[in-house]
Every structure is written in C-alpha cells, then in structure tokens.
C-alpha cells in the first residue's frame, strides 16, 4: 500500500485536535460540492435546451441536402442523381425549389421565401409535428395549398381555411424589366392557406412557406430544375457513410450538408455558449477551491509532532510532500464526487417532474427548464476540480512546504498573490460587471427607444414618434397580454428604454408594472388611459357593465377598440413624447395631426357600414370589443367567464340569448382555443370568424371586423 496515500486518508477522516480544523475542512469540500452542483446542473440545462433547439431544426431540414457549390439551379435527373437515388441506403428524395417571392394577401404584403416541394415530402420531415393549425397539403382538387409559418401569416393576416387566395408574385427570370409596365415583368400565381405551422425558429415562423413545387417552375419558369434534393436515409445506414459516397459520386461542383452542417452556425453558438457557462462556473470552482489553503496550513501546523516522528524514522520531505498533497487532493475529489452526485440527482428530478417551470403555460416549446445529462461533462467536471484542487494544494506545499516544516512559519505558506487576494476583496468588483455590460449595453445602441405593452399601441406610438424613436412592444404577437410573463432579453430591453408608456389596466401591467418600476428608477411612466372613460368603473351602473358582458374584474382594460378612446391614447402619446423630446415638438404636433386625420377617417367608414345594421349583437370568446360595442351602439356577448372556461349553464343561456338576437357571427380571438366558439357558432347557425384586436394594424383591424358584421 501507498504509505503517503494511507496517512493522507487518516487525516482526512481522523478528528482533529482542534475543532475549527474540521469546521474549515468540511466548508472546503461543502464550497466544492454546491461549485460542481451548479457545473452539472448549468451543463445539463444547455445540453436540455440544445437538445430542443434541434427537435425544432430536425422537424424542418432534411438529413441530407444536396445544394449545387456554383449557381443556383441543377438538373437531378442526370445519371449521377439516379445513382444517388438507386442507392439502398437512400429511403425517400424529395425535389425542392427555394426562392424569394412577393407575397399579398387582401391589402397587406410581405416578401417571404417560398418552398417548393415535390408529394413526397411529408415523408421527409416530421413537418405535422409543427403544425399549429390546418393540415399540410399541397393541392386540393385543382387548387394550389400553401402552408405558412405562423409569423408570416399574422403579418399577412391570413388563417388557414380562410375564402381568398393568397397572391403569389415573381420577377420573369428571361424578360427585361419594363419600366413603362413594372406588371409586365411579373409572374404572378395563386394559392389558398391550409394550414400554419411553428418551429419556434424566426428565420423560418416569419419568413417560409410551403407551396406545391410545379407551381415554382410555373411561376419561376424552370422545366426540371431544382434548387435542392433532400433525402431520408433508412434508420439502419450510417449516416456519415452516406454522406461520403454521395460525396464521391457528385464532385466539387455539389455540397452535400447533414444538419448540422445546414445550421452550422446555430450549432456552435450553442456550443460557445454552453462552454462559457462552464468557464464562468469554474471560475466560482476555483475561488471555493482557495479554502483549501487554510485547511491545508492548519492541518500542517497540527501535524508538526507526527512530521518530527516520521524524520526521525527516516521520512524524507518528498515524503511529507505527499502525504499533504494527497490531502488536499482528496478533499475536492470528495467534494465533486458528492456534488455530482447530487448534481444528477437534481437533473432527474426536473427532466422527470418538471419542478422549476419557464413560464406560462404554451409559452415556450417546453413548460418547464430542458436537462440532459452527459456522461462526457461529468467526466470534464470531475477532471476540472480535481485539478484545479491539486494545484491549489501543490503550489502553497511543493514551494513553502520545506522551509516552514524546518521553521514552523506559517506565513511563508501565503505567497504574495494568495495574501492581496486574501486582503483585497474582489467580490464587489465581481458583482459590478454585469452593470458594466448593461451601462455598456446601452450607450452602444442608437436612437432612443421607448417601451409600450401591446402592439395596438406600437401603431399609435409609432405614428407620433416617426424617426426619432424607436418603439418595442413587450408582449409578442401570438401571446395573450392577460397572462404574459416577459422573457430576460425582454426586460433587458425595458432597462435600455427611456421610457414606458402603458396602456392602463391590462393584466400584464397589474402584475409586472410594479417590478418594472422598482427595477428601472431611469424610466419615465406614462399612462394612455388617462381621460378615458373606463368601462366597469365605479362610476358606471350595474346594468350597463350587464349589457356589454364585461368579464374583468373592475375596469375593462381593452380601450383601444373604439375610435373616440383612441384619440385620447393619441393625445396622451403626444404629451409623452412632448414631455421627453420639447426640442422636436413641431415634429410630433404634426405627426399627431396626421394620426389624428386617419383615426376619423377610421371612424366615419365604421359609422357608415355599422349605423345601419340591423343585427346588432355578436358573439366573442374573450370580451375585448366592449369600448366597440358602446361606442356603435352593439351589444357583445362573451362565451368566457372571468378569464375561466364556460360552464355548461352558462354556455345554455348564451346560446339561448344568441338565437334570440339572431346573432351571425361568432368573433374568436388567434391567441385563444376555437372549440367553445365552434360549439356556439354551430349551436346558432352562425359563422366563425378569427379577429385580432392586438392586431399592429389598430385601424385594419377595425375595418375587418365592421366587414364581418354586414356580411
């Protein structure tokens, strides 16, 4: 047996003859243990969340895709492509042409990137795992189908099932632009939305969407060409063997990409910053770790008879070295085995109960913090503390070890660096930098921002600051601002803003307005509400709150539906900017004159379609049109309760006053479930008609949903 080794662990266990040997020992290995804890525990969680980043990449990207290295188009009926095809490995291919194209739909427009894929192509992703709503389909009878990312339908404003067809535009590939007839130059198509789908990725929710290929090659004018072949490979090949001997059979003139290699840059900016965090963690690791010097010295200042002992049985100081090295080895070794002990344990736990949540419910891909742990880390975790251990014990007893046990003086155990260490205290300055990366953060960005909660107010903020502000809504497009919680990146932006203008009473605002004023001290607050007659208010009679069936507690927050609310926001939005910018003053009067022409303007088109309406009640999953229904003389009807699922009771004496008013539409929010609108709609024989009153386009919105009443 290791003599060195056999006396280290006697020491190690043994009690000490003075208490505070053992005190700082066991503070030692509990500094270790709770460092490697968070090491597994940060690790696993960036590998949980790579993990999801790739579901999302493999429900969209091919295994393999074949791209042509010059040009853009290939022909894949050549010889080297039946090859490739023929080949055992291979189970599906499928043709794709990818392009920029314009896109309309009724007045609004976007460019966006079309994908045009060959039937087969359902087999070669798992693309119905991300649907959101509608199926996919290519065609339907004569009809072309299109399948659009949801951040690209609700900017065109379109839902799958909707009557018209979507305008497909392209520039001719082999015509002159005409700039006497700019149409001319223009091949155009069209295609009816079937269905949406959500990766959880903005490059591809905002921009993709999916369209038959040979309407493409119509539109593109192209006979056999592709811009790419994506291929499946059976479940038993290799994939990396595949990959080579396509490889061999096409040449340089074709790059032949897995996934990774097709999201090449996602994938190392995940492994960048899953390594920092490891960087980071062990940096705490290695300041826990300096405990050991003071553990080690004590306990060689206890040792001093048992060092006299062993010399004068022969023990060299090569010896005596060793036994307190392997000492203060075995403290963090003991330590990181117990942290990642506990560290697994911990990462079990979440990834089979889900204990610490992400947020909201449907928020995120995953409810609750992503883990996968990796026997690999553990093993880098492990090698890591220990050998920063071992260097915090070798250094103070390979150089000062000699001459103190000679002398007995302690003090040469410090060198000059461990005593200003031990001195200076560092852990302010620690604390401060992550303020100097904000202060830094917000010195570096350009103009001015401001924050708003919802986009309706982005549109009437935005109309009145023109260029000299930039404005950011908080709460996304697709969320409900009841029930928002903001994302980290998203209260970075709060901090950076110069100031907040809220809407008034909405459920965000009550629950984090308070947070963000205690967090930001800088920021001004304003609030639109102001002058407002608020529906629900103390000051309004019972019977009135009855007759729009408001489902809020207190006061209805949605303000912004009806025209005369929103020339007070407008005026309330020009006194803020009035008050933050006095030297552009003529700039936002003009700005809110304008804004104030197309509010009226917006009002006198909904006094003409709706003055006249004979049916004058409708129906809505969540009350948000009450300050609409009040001001045009409508009465609205909810299906839900206090922000709660309908009752059957309830749902029965809805339905019965719905017939009785001879209600025909039924308005359902996107944010929210269709089912109960379904239900009633069939119950009355009314339409289902999808509206988004968080909708940017505050004045669009109005007018779409005045249409869908006088139909």
């Known amino acids: 047996m290791n003599l060195a080794?056999?006396?280290?662990?006697?020491?190690?266990?043994?009690?000490?003859?003075?208490?505070?040997?053992?005190?700082?020992?066991?503070?030692?290995?509990?500094?270790?243990?709770?460092?490697?804890?968070?090491?597994?525990?940060?690790?696993?969680?960036?590998?949980?969340?790579?993990?999801?980043?790739?579901?999302?990449?493999?429900?969209?990207?091919?295994?393999?895709?074949?791209?042509?290295?010059?040009?853009?188009?290939?022909?894949?009926?050549?010889?080297?492509f039946q090859l490739i095809r023929a080949m055992p490995e291979i189970e599906f291919s499928a043709e794709i042409i990818e392009e920029n194209v314009f896109v309309r739909y009724r007045e609004r427009q976007e460019v966006a990137v079309a994908k045009g894929v060959s039937d087969n192509f359902r087999q070669m992703a798992g693309i119905d795992s991300v649907l959101f709503t509608g199926e996919f389909k290519l065609q339907d009878g004569d009809a072309n189908c299109a399948v659009l990312g949801i951040g690209l339908a609700s900017v065109l404003g379109v839902r799958a099932g909707f009557a018209d067809p979507i305008e497909i535009y392209a520039p001719v590939r082999d015509r002159q632009v005409s700039i006497a007839n700019v149409l001319s130059s223009f091949e155009f198509e069209y295609a009816f939305a079937v269905g949406e789908f959500m990766v959880n990725q903005a490059e591809y929710d905002e921009k993709y969407m999916f369209l038959p290929l040979e309407l493409l090659r119509d539109l593109l004018h192209y006979e056999t060409e592709v811009t790419a072949l994506e291929l499946k490979v059976k479940p038993q090949a290799n994939l990396k063997t595949?990959?080579?001997?396509?490889?061999?059979?096409?040449?340089?003139?074709?790059?032949?990409?897995?996934?990774?290699?097709?999201?090449?840059?996602?994938?190392?900016?995940?492994?960048?910053e899953k390594w920092m965090t490891f960087l980071i963690l062990a940096f705490i690791s290695m300041i826990a770790l300096f405990n050991l010097v003071s553990s080690i010295s004590m306990l060689m200042i206890e040792k001093q008879k048992d060092v006299r002992i062993l010399r004068s049985m022969g023990a060299d100081d090569r010896l005596i070295r060793r036994i307190f090295i392997y000492e203060g080895s075995m403290i963090p070794a003991f330590g990181a085995l117990t942290g990642i002990l506990i560290g697994v344990i911990l990462c079990l736990i979440?990834?089979?109960?889900?204990?610490?949540?992400?947020?909201?419910?449907?928020?995120?891909?995953?409810?609750?913090?992503?883990?996968?742990?990796?026997?690999?880390?553990?093993?880098v975790i492990f090698i890591t503390v220990c050998t920063i251990g071992f260097l915090a014990t070798w250094y103070p007893v390979r150089y000062h070890g000699k001459k103190w046990l000679s002398q007995?003086?302690?003090?040469?155990?410090?060198?000059?660096?461990?005593?200003?260490?031990?001195?200076?205290?560092?852990?302010?300055?620690?604390?401060?930098?992550?303020?100097?990366?904000?202060?830094?953060?917000?010195?570096?960005?350009?103009?001015?921002?401001?924050?708003?909660?919802?986009?309706?107010?982005?549109?009437?903020?935005?109309?009145?600051?023109?260029?000299?502000?930039?404005?950011?809504?908080?709460?996304?497009?697709?969320?409900?601002p009841e029930t928002y919680d903001p994302a980290p990146h998203e209260m970075i932006r709060i901090a950076q803003s110069k100031a907040y203008l809220q809407i008034g009473r909405i459920g965000f605002e009550q629950v984090w307005m308070q947070t963000i004023r205690q967090n930001n001290p800088h920021l001004t607050f304003f609030d639109l509400s102001e002058g407002?007659?608020?529906?629900?208010?103390?000051?309004?009679?019972?019977?009135?709150?009855?007759?729009?069936?408001?489902?809020?507690?207190?006061?209805?927050?949605?303000?912004?539906?009806?025209?005369?609310?929103?020339?007070?926001?407008?005026?309330?939005?020009l006194k803020a900017f009035m008050v933050l910018d006095p030297d552009n003053q003529n700039v936002y009067l003009d700005n809110y004159g304008q804004l104030i022409g197309k509010i009226e303007e917006t009002e006198l088109q909904l006094h003409a379609m709706l003055d006249t309406l004979?049916?004058?009640?409708?129906?809505?999953?969540?009350?948000?049109?009450?300050?609409?229904?009040?001001?045009?003389?409508?009465?609205?009807l909810s299906i839900e309760s206090d922000g709660k699922e309908p009752s059957v009771a309830s749902l029965k004496t809805l339905i019965d006053e719905a017939k009785?008013?001879?209600?025909?539409?039924?308005?359902?929010?996107?944010?929210?479930?269709?089912?109960?609108?379904?239900?009633?709609?069939?119950?009355?024989?009314?339409?289902?008609?999808?509206i988004n009153p968080l909708d940017r386009q505050w004045n669009e919105q109005m007018i779409h949903i005045a249409r869908e009443l006088i139909r």
């Open 5 to 80: 080794f056999y006396i280290a662990r006697r020491y190690l266990f043994a009690k000490k003859s003075q208490n505070a040997i053992n005190i700082i020992s066991m503070i030692s290995a509990g500094s270790i243990m709770v460092a490697t804890v968070a090491l597994v525990c940060g690790l696993s969680v960036m590998n949980g969340f790579g993990d999801m980043v790739e579901w999302t990449f493999n429900n969209f990207d091919p295994e393999l895709k074949i791209t042509p290295t010059k040009g853009k188009v290939f022909d894949p009926n050549t010889t080297s």
């Open 350 to 379: 979440q990834q089979l109960y889900g204990i610490i949540k992400l947020g909201e419910m449907g928020a995120f891909i995953s409810n609750h913090y992503p883990v996968r742990v990796s026997l690999f880390d553990l093993l």
């Open 242 to 272: 595949v990959q080579k001997q396509i490889r061999s059979i096409l040449g340089d003139d074709f790059n032949v990409q897995d996934r990774y290699e097709q999201q090449e840059s996602t994938y190392k900016m995940l492994q960048i």
């Open 660 to 690: 009785n008013a001879q209600v025909r539409v039924v308005f359902v929010q996107q944010e929210f479930d269709r089912k109960h609108a379904e239900q009633v709609a069939a119950e009355i024989g009314a339409r289902v008609v999808v």
């Open 532 to 573: 407002v007659h608020l529906i629900g208010d103390d000051t309004l009679h019972e019977e009135e709150e009855e007759e729009h069936h408001t489902s809020h507690h207190g006061v209805d927050p949605h303000i912004w539906s009806a025209t005369g609310s929103a020339k007070i926001i407008a005026q309330n939005t």
């Open 614 to 636: 004979s049916h004058r009640t409708f129906v809505i999953f969540h009350p948000a049109l009450t300050y609409f229904a009040d001001e045009y003389d409508l009465k609205q």
């Open 408 to 480: 007995g003086r302690l003090a040469l155990l410090f060198p000059p660096f461990l005593s200003f260490l031990i001195r200076f205290p560092l852990l302010p300055l620690f604390s401060l930098f992550p303020l100097f990366l904000s202060c830094q953060s917000a010195q570096t960005g350009g103009k001015p921002s401001v924050a708003v909660t919802i986009e309706p107010q982005r549109y009437f903020t935005e109309k009145i600051a023109g260029e000299q502000f930039e404005v950011f809504a908080v709460v996304p497009v697709g969320q409900s």
